[in-house]
Nanobody, 114 residues
Framework: QVQLVESGGGLVQPGGPARLSCVAS????????MSWYRQAPGQERELVAS???????KYADSVKGRFTISRDNAKNTVYLQMRSLEAEDTAVYYC????????WGQGTQVTVSS
């Protein structure tokens, strides 16, 4: 079955970096777009970044220039490198695959606070 397992969240100082990972299984990873979403308390889930099967990224305006999405098809893993984190980046971050209508990971909490 399809599984997406995120890791790398936690408490981060304002201005600091963090790196999220999402390991996928159960489908041919290299063929599908992968995305990162986030959901802050009381807000709707929003698209943060996506990367297509050939590695072309797209970003939400709010994270452009600070976040970098990448993928390693040999490891079935998609990454989200985040820098210059702000309190407004605090959210649960979810990985999503483009396979078969879309699957979600369980999410990983990122809290930006001093």
């Amino acid at each position: 079955q399809v599984q997406l397992v995120e890791s790398g969240g936690g408490l981060v100082q304002p201005g600091g970096p963090a790196r999220l990972s999402c390991v996928a299984s159960g489908f041919t990873f290299s063929r599908y777009d992968m995305s990162w979403y986030r959901q802050a308390p009381g807000q709707e889930r929003e698209l943060v970044a996506s990367i297509n099967s050939v590695g072309i990224p797209k970003y939400a305006d709010s994270v452009k220039g600070r976040f970098t999405i990448s993928r390693d098809n040999a490891k079935n893993t998609v990454y989200l490198q985040m820098r210059s984190l702000e309190a407004e980046d605090t959210a649960v971050y979810y990985c999503r695959s483009g396979y078969s209508g879309g699957y979600w990971g369980q999410g990983t909490q990122v809290t930006v606070s001093s």
